[in-house]
């Protein structure tokens, strides 16, 4: 629920703080004292109140300002704020918007217990956090899917499943289909370019390209037969000082073999040269493995200009290739694969009956999740139209009639289905369209009666209401009175409003007024604690300050069935 709020330099309010408790709130004051504007600053704390609209908020001569508000937390809540790494271990939640106004530029930041957050976070925590209501909401229903929504939120949790399920598989089928059309796409392209693709094919044929890394190979034998002459040379030299010696001198194996027999003498005289022994025969065979490799290696080494020229020219050829085409040696050895599946004879139509099959099969998965939703849907329906009217009859509204039409509609995410609340309020009026035919007052009540049936299935959220029971008669007025103050023992409720009947039924009041100080007008709240002070509040909606009127105003606190009455006697 909402625990508190402070405003700083928001509208005609300099400093505000309040806090709120359980139950039924109500704000109550003369026309244009501005008791729609706590609910106008927790719409914008959630993510309203854009450009000019946000500029107005602000107060008059002040470069900042700032909104912060208080929750107690939810599961729903602490499962959003897990999913975006913003856990915390209090059982509140702060959330605040400043503003800062620099340069005639006007710029806002949300917050998350003091971590920065962007507005579309904080539109996808709104929902869990508060509802609000206003009277003549007809573009809220007009809203594409709102009146989908609403029944779903109606259906309760057992939805979620079906919703999760109707959106994977709406989700698989379009990537389905996006294959399927891609490569139907593709079948149409090779068809108007099916002899250049050939000749492409018979170019990479002919080019016989197995290795990828052909090319580094190639080039690797080259550099070796380039320098096949030098390369022979320093063999040759090398043996010969290894094996052959230079210049009449003993070459480094026979110096290496008589400092072993020198050694096998030194050992017969001292047994510990022992390892120094063992470490020149070691030496000596190791340099003998040298010239034995050095030899193989001479041996393979050829001076052959003709396989020279071969290996350039096949060189010359895959650069040519990989320069034509703009692709690199396995990409083309890729696509020449692909080519000769696709020009094979059935090749390409095979590959498309594949993805026909798996378009079909993802379509019959995906209408079938969506046949089990609008079930489910036509039953949350029924439901939700008996439980409307039962609720909008005591509101005036004897003859009224409700219903859900569902009708099919191109598959979505959300699923097949087209959802319209049709109303008719007097006897003999057709139903039709709810936004279309509803007066104010009979949209207060059914906006009312709505959220007062999606308060069962959704009982976390806070719901306010600003001002739905204008141009309401005394005894609607009462009848919405009783249900708000049932509404408001599962629920946190606010309402703006000028019925005396509705502000007597709440478990809080707060008086909202205007006072001009030093020239300057300001905006005051002051919660009304004390009977005697909410009995003057009442006289003063009621039409004054007569006598008659202060005692109806007090017998609205003194009846039982009102929680003023505790207050009263007490």
Request: aromatic share 4%.
């Amino acid at each position: 629920m909402l625990t508190g709020l402070r405003l700083e330099n928001i509208a005609l309010i300099e400093r505000l703080e309040l806090t709120f408790g359980t139950g039924f709130h109500v704000l109550t004051g003369e026309t244009g004292a501005g008791k729609s504007l706590l609910l106008d600053a927790l719409d914008a704390l959630l993510g309203g109140a854009q450009g000019g609209q946000a500029a107005r908020l602000l107060r008059r001569g002040s470069d900042r300002g700032r909104i912060e508000a208080g929750f107690s937390l939810s599961p729903p809540v602490r499962a959003w704020l897990r999913d975006q790494e913003l856990d915390t271990d209090d059982d509140a939640l702060l959330i605040s918007r400043d503003w800062r106004l620099v340069e005639g530029r006007l710029s806002s930041r949300h917050r998350i217990d003091g971590t920065a957050v962007s507005r579309s976070q904080i539109l996808e925590l709104r929902p869990l956090l508060l509802d609000l209501t206003v009277q003549g909401q007809t573009q809220q229903l007009a809203r594409p899917g709102q009146q989908r929504r609403w029944l779903d939120r109606f259906a309760g949790e057992g939805q979620i499943p079906l919703l999760e399920a109707v959106r994977f598989g709406f989700r698989r089928w379009r990537e389905a289909q996006g294959a399927l059309a891609a490569a139907r796409a593709d079948l149409e392209r090779l068809e108007r370019e099916r002899e250049q693709q050939l000749q492409l094919l018979d170019d990479l044929e002919a080019a016989t390209l197995d290795d990828p890394h052909e090319r580094q190979q190639l080039q690797i034998e080259q550099d070796r037969l380039a320098h096949g002459v030098r390369l022979q040379e320093g063999v040759g030299l090398l043996l010969g000082r290894l094996v052959e010696g230079a210049e009449a001198a003993p070459s480094a194996l026979d110096h290496l073999a008589a400092c072993e027999q020198e050694l096998q003498q030194m050992q017969g005289l001292d047994p510990s040269l022992e390892p120094l022994r063992q470490a020149c025969t070691d030496a000596l065979a190791g340099l003998q493995d040298l010239a034995r490799d050095l030899d193989r290696y001479g041996s393979g080494l050829e001076s052959d200009p003709d396989h020279l020229a071969e290996l350039q020219e096949r060189m010359a050829q895959l650069k040519a290739l990989e320069r034509r085409h703009g692709r690199d040696l396995a990409d083309l050895i890729d696509l020449r694969d692909q080519l000769r599946q696709q020009l094979a004879p059935g090749g390409a139509e095979a590959s498309l009956a594949a993805l026909e099959q798996a378009e079909a099969a993802a379509r019959r998965d995906r209408d079938l999740a969506n046949a089990g939703l609008t079930a489910a849907r036509t039953t949350a329906a029924r439901e939700l139209e008996t439980r409307l009217m039962e609720a909008l009859r005591p509101m005036g509204l004897t003859h009224v009639r409700f219903a859900v039409a569902i009708e099919p509609a191109e598959p979505g995410e959300e699923g097949a289905d087209a959802v319209a609340f049709r109303f008719s309020a007097n006897p003999g009026q057709p139903l039709a369209p709810l936004a279309e035919v509803a007066s104010g007052g009979e949209m207060s009540r059914f906006l009312l009666a709505l959220k007062t049936c999606l308060a069962v299935a959704d009982p976390h959220v806070t719901l306010l209401f600003d001002e739905i029971d204008t141009g309401v008669s005394g005894r609607v007025s009462g009848a919405m009175a009783d249900l708000l103050r049932r509404l408001a023992e599962r629920r946190q409720v606010f309402c703006v409003t000028h019925q005396p009947l509705v502000a007597a039924a709440a478990h809080h009041h707060f008086r909202v007024s205007k006072v001009v100080e030093a020239g300057q007008t300001h905006t005051r709240v002051h919660q009304l604690c004390e009977t005697h002070e909410r009995q003057a509040e009442l006289a003063e909606l009621a039409g004054g300050d007569s006598g008659e009127v202060r005692s109806y105003a007090a017998s609205l606190l003194e009846r039982p069935d009102h929680p003023g009455a505790e207050r009263g006697a007490a």
